[in-house]
């Protein structure tokens, strides 16, 4: 194998040159690229190992994967073949009408130095798109970042994170290369592939359209803090479809902070997570609107479904349907305290204003948790019109952690002493409830069998129509 890498990579500057002949000539086949069938099509099929790939994971096969990716003929589709083995890479890049198809068997295995990403951090990731179309990755392989190796101290509670930030290279200390990146694209298809092991996030789309993710499973570490799996930014028309997602910090996490994010919808998933299982937010600069999450399961989670509102934009016409969560707590160092439910939105600081929250659905939900359901307003930006309709929430104690504490972080007011209640309510104004089922367990309800709690003076307009909550036996 070795041998042969040089006698290819000569040939590469020509590659192109034959591809492009091919195409012109209509010839049906070549021995250095496999190009299944030239006669109809505007679709070729390339290997990496075609372009001198080694797949060993040890030596970094970067430069034939690029040039792989770069001989692609303009307008076509155009899939780029990782057979099985091990591919050590530093960042590469997409380009529009090119999926690459990771074999099974076969990993992208992420660099973990400094020097194998781009110099602007926010352009660290492993495998990268932008402002490209009709892009994607599939083929039932793994991508995988390594991210153990960016543990500097394992910790049960947290791990300590190995951070890029002493080298002056980004600020703060989430200063590690995420996964895979589309920025600015159009007709994003993600399926069929694992993603494991984010130094940081997983799988992040920002300001695209019209993308799809479709049977992909998720693996980061549990006690890794910011490896989120799936964070949508400031894009439009999203589907999520059958993912399972088993990381320890946010599974599907919707922001905004260049723009407004519209028309997200997320079905069918698996879920478990240290942090919260869907979390619109806490970057939050513009709007939300058409979210719907649907047939969803949710374990052993920090918390269930979340909205975390903190930088003024307003979400609106969000329906949960179909989802059951189990919800426990965890160490208080993550955000997160075991609520199924957690709707808040709050000035994260002085210096900016609270959004509104209006028009948000919860239907079919049975839940399982340690804490109560947390609806949180603000002065300057109430919960309007809620409706939660067929939920059933069971509450009981068995972690040793301890409770009795709200949590408005990240910013507003942070963690605060207070008796936890089965639904806590304050800046409301609308609120509906139909075939609601609250049920306690016996033991250990001592320091919160309250089944409400109204902030006095900040809740109007609420009906509650057949609820019913009473103790029950273990
Ligand atoms: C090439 O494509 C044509 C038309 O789609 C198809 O009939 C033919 O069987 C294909 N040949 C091969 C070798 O795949
Ligand atoms: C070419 O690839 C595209 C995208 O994968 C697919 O929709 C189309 O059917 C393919 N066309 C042919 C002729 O194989
Ligand atoms: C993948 O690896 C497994 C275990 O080594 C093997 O059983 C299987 O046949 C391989 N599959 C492919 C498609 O190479
Ligand atoms: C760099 O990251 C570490 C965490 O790994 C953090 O403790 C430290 O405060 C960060 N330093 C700066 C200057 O942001
Ligand atoms: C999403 O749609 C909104 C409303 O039409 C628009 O303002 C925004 O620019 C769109 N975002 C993208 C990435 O196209
Ligand atoms: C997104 O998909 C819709 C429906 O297929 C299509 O009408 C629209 O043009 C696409 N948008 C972009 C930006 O490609
Ligand atoms: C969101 O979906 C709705 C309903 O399908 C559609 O009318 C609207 O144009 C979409 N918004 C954007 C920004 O694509
Ligand atoms: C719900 O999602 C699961 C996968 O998590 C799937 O097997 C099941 O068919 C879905 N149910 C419905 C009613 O769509
Ligand atoms: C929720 O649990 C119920 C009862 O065990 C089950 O019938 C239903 O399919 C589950 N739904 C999801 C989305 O997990
Ligand atoms: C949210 O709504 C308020 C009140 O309508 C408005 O003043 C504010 O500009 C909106 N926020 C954004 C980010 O558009
Ligand atoms: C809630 O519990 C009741 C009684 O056990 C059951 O009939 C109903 O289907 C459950 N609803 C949900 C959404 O799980
Ligand atoms: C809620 O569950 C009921 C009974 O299973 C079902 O008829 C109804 O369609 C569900 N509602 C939604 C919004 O999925």
Not at 416 to 436: D, K
């Amino acid at each position: 194998m070795a041998e042969t890498v040089p006698f290819r990579s000569q040939l590469l500057p020509s590659l192109t040159l034959i591809l492009l002949s091919i195409l012109q000539s209509d010839s049906a086949t070549s021995r250095i690229i496999h190009l299944p069938n030239q006669s109809d099509s505007k679709n070729f099929t390339i290997s990496v190992i075609d372009f001198g790939a080694v797949g060993d994971g040890v030596h970094y096969d970067t430069v034939p994967i690029q040039t792989a990716i770069d001989s692609c003929p303009p307008t076509t589709h155009c899939r780029v073949t990782f057979p099985p083995g091990t591919y050590l890479t530093a960042t590469l890049r997409l380009k529009s009408g090119v999926v690459l198809d990771v074999q099974r068997n076969a990993t992208i295995l992420g660099g973990t130095k400094l020097e194998d990403y781009p110099e602007e951090s926010d352009k660290w990731y492993v495998v990268l798109a932008e402002e490209a179309e009709n892009v994607g990755i599939t083929g039932g392989g793994e991508i995988n970042g390594q991210g153990l190796r960016f543990v500097k101290r394992f910790d049960e509670r947290k791990n300590v994170m190995v951070s890029w930030n002493r080298t002056g290279a980004c600020l703060g200390d989430e200063c590690r290369p995420r996964l895979v990146g589309f920025i600015g694209c159009r007709n994003v298809k993600v399926w069929d592939v694992k993603l494991t092991e984010p130094a940081y996030w997983c799988l992040h789309v920002v300001r695209c359209v019209n993308t799809s993710i479709l049977d992909v499973s998720i693996y980061g570490n549990f006690d890794s803090p910011n490896n989120d799996g799936i964070d949508i930014e400031d894009s439009n028309n999203t589907v999520i479809t059958r993912c399972k997602i088993n990381t320890g910090d946010d599974a599907i996490c919707p922001k905004t902070s260049t723009g407004p994010l519209y028309n997200l919808t997320a079905t069918d998933c698996w879920i478990r997570t240290k942090s919260s299982a869907i979390k619109l937010g806490s970057a939050s600069w513009f709007d939300f609107k058409g979210l719907v999450f649907d047939n969803i399961t949710i374990v052993e989670s920090h918390r269930g479904l979340g909205l975390q509102i903190r930088d003024g934009g307003n979400v609106s016409d969000i329906t949960f349907s179909n989802i059951n969560i189990s919800t426990r707590y965890y160490d208080p160092s993550w955000w997160g305290r075991a609520e199924p439910i957690y709707v808040t939105t709050c000035p994260r600081d002085s210096n900016t204003k609270a959004g509104s929250i209006s028009n948000i659905q919860f239907v079919n939900i049975t839940a399982t948790s340690e804490n109560g359901v947390f609806l949180s307003g603000s002065k300057g930006g109430v919960l309007s019109h809620l409706k939660f309709v067929n939920v059933n929430l069971t509450y009981r104690r068995w972690t040793n952690y301890a409770d009795g504490l709200l949590d408005y972080r990240p910013g507003c007011q942070g963690l605060v002493n207070h008796s936890t209640a089965g639904i806590m309510m304050e800046h409301i104004e609308g609120l509906e409830v139909e075939n609601i089922n609250m049920r306690w367990s016996e033991d250990r309800t001592g320091r919160w069998n309250n089944p409400l709690y109204f902030r006095p003076s900040t809740v109007n307009n609420i009906s509650f129509l057949n609820f019913h909550s009473g103790l029950y036996k273990l």
